[in-house]
């Protein structure tokens, strides 16, 4: 769908499939694509995580939606981090990070952001979506985190940062064979 034929859903953050062949398709310059694989139940998951999806915890849904659909176990799930706007090159307002601190508990706070003289935060979005997708039950051993900021690699890989709306798209694939 989308390719060959009409979508049949309009504003997606995430998709799950446990139909072979199927690829699912999502898309990113900088916000966080997140991939779930069950190697025991045969399903797959990717969402796209920007700051109102972590805020949201779209990561969350996502291995609630494969619990729901195709009784997944999130102990199984292997999760993946993939690559997207570190830290160090996310900068936000007040009024992102008091989103952050109504979701997230006070114990995290040091670890998702820090205020700068200027009265702006650095926000870390890979260290949120951990936080979320340990919350949804996904084992540490299970979990990667790509460590690839598309800012800081803006060479080689697209970023709203860098270029604006005058850019192309990353795309993050999945499929079960
Ligand atoms: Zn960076």
Known sequence: ???LR????????????????????????????????DPVKKAIGLSHSGWRG?????????VELME?????DPADILAAVGPSICQECYEVSEDVIEKFQEKFKECHWKDLYYQKENGKYQLN???ANEIVLREAGIRKK???????????????????RTAGNDRGSLAAFLALK
């Open 142 to 160: 299970h979990l990667a985190v790509t460590n690839v900021c598309t800012h800081c690699n803006s060479d080689i890989l697209y970023s709203h």
């Open 125 to 127: 979005l890979w260290k």
């Open 6 to 37: 009409p979508l049949e859903y309009q504003d997606v953050d995430g998709l799950v499939t446990d139909i072979p062949g199927i690829c699912l398709v999502t898309f990113y310059a900088d916000c966080v694509p997140l991939f779930f694989v």
């Open 54 to 62: 972590t805020v949201a915890k779209i990561g969350k849904a996502t």
């Open 68 to 72: 729901r659909q195709f009784g997944c």
């Open 1 to 3: 769908m989308g390719i």
